[in-house]
């Protein structure tokens, strides 16, 4: 029988977070946002091998699943924004800190906002990305 992990907020079992029977428990979690649903299960199939993986295409659902969840690292897929760099504050402040690793388009004209996001994160990759470098990174930060 699988393990129900009850989100600390709405105080429910999340269907998504169920463990199944006989998963190893000790595998690291990535947490992944992405508004692109296709990218969001492509990164899961091409972690969930080694990863406990948590996605979700709804960014109210990421927030409240990074600074309550614990996830071990987070994958953000975000359009550069002033209101991007706010989220990224609220999840660096939380209790435990998460590494955060960014995909997004750069954009010469907003180096400001590129620089403010970098900031925030532990690894920016621009679109399009080269996967096996993602792979390695996120290798790097969760065998530290």
Same mark, same amino acid.
Do not use: W
């Given at each position: 029988? #699988?393990? &129900?992990? @009850?989100?600390?907020?709405? #105080? ?6 169920? @463990? ?17 649903? =296709?990218? *969001? ?13 948590? @996605?979700?295409? =709804? ?8 600074? *309550?969840? #614990? ?11 002033? *209101? ?7 999840? #660096?402040? /939380? ?11 750069? &954009? /010469? ?36």
């Amino acid at each position: 029988m #699988g393990e &129900n992990i @009850t989100h600390p907020e709405i #105080g429910e079992p999340d269907p998504d977070l169920m @463990t199944p029977a006989g998963k190893d428990l000790d595998r690291k979690t990535i947490l992944i946002f992405s508004p692109d649903l =296709n990218l *969001c299960f492509s990164l899961s199939i091409l972690f969930q091998d080694r990863y406990h993986v948590v @996605t979700t295409t =709804n960014i109210t659902t990421f927030e409240r699943l990074a600074t *309550c969840f #614990g996830a071990d690292l987070a994958i953000v897929d975000e359009v550069p924004s002033d *209101c991007l760099v706010r989220r990224l504050e609220v999840i #660096g402040a /939380g209790q435990r800190k998460i590494p955060v690793i960014m995909l997004y388009v750069y &954009n /010469g004209k907003d180096v400001a906002l590129d620089r403010a996001i970098r900031g925030r994160v532990d690894s920016v990759f621009y679109k399009p990305v080269e996967i096996s470098l993602v792979s390695k990174r996120i290798d790097e930060i969760l065998t530290a």
